[in-house]
């Protein structure tokens, strides 16, 4: 079943809750992620992507909030998602829970490799762990030390980095094409 905006915005998911969907093995970590527009296109993007679950962690907002449902276009209702108070607390859980999970960064840093570079094949054994951080201070060092790596995506003009969920767009896709 597809949906376009209009009936998302209105349709609930049924008793199942999209769990008819077959999901990718991955999660998205929001680390921090202030702005509610951010925060519900990453929403929409896990539904795009079929992530598995996101995870809201700290100061990010957590549904029900219009602000987020406005840029979700509903997909918060049908996105499996939990909350832990920091995200190093998230990926240390989803590590206990997937062992074999890796934990990608989206970050900015001397450690970081290109996205281009990044090659992971995908299963429910082999999870990718996706970390996305604060629209200012990005992904928490203690994240960051953690991370099994840490991706950036090369900036050729004048501006230092691109909206998170961009970012994560570009990330999550690279990802899923190896599937």
């Known amino acids: 079943m597809k949906l376009n905006a209009k009936q998302l915005r209105k349709t609930k998911p049924n008793a199942d809750g999209g769990e008819y969907i077959i999901h990718n ?6 680390d921090n992620v202030l702005d509610t527009y951010n925060i519900g296109s990453l929403f929409r993007l896990a539904d795009a992507a ?15 909030s219009s602000r987020i449902h406005k840029a979700a276009v509903g997909t918060e209702e049908w996105v499996k998602w939990r909350y832990f108070s920091t995200a190093l607390e998230a990926v240390t859980q989803l590590k206990k829970e997937w062992p074999g999970g890796i934990v990608v960064a989206i970050e900015q840093d001397p450690r ?8 992971i094949m995908l299963d429910d054994d082999l999870p990718a762990i996706v970390v996305v951080g604060h629209e200012t201070n990005g ?3 203690d994240v960051l030390d953690v991370a099994d790596m840490i991706v950036e995506i090369p900036m050729f003009g004048v501006n230092k980095s691109l909206n998170v969920h961009v970012a994560a767009s570009i990330v999550l896709y690279k990802l899923i094409s190896f599937v």
Do not use: F, N, Q, W
Request: proline content about 6%.
């Open 139 to 141: 992904v928490s060092k």
């Open 50 to 64: 079929a992530v598995k679950e996101i995870i809201l962690c700290g100061d990010t907002e957590t549904p029900p």
């Open 25 to 30: 093995a991955l999660y998205l970590v929001l």
């Open 112 to 119: 970081a490799k290109m996205y281009v570079d990044m090659h």
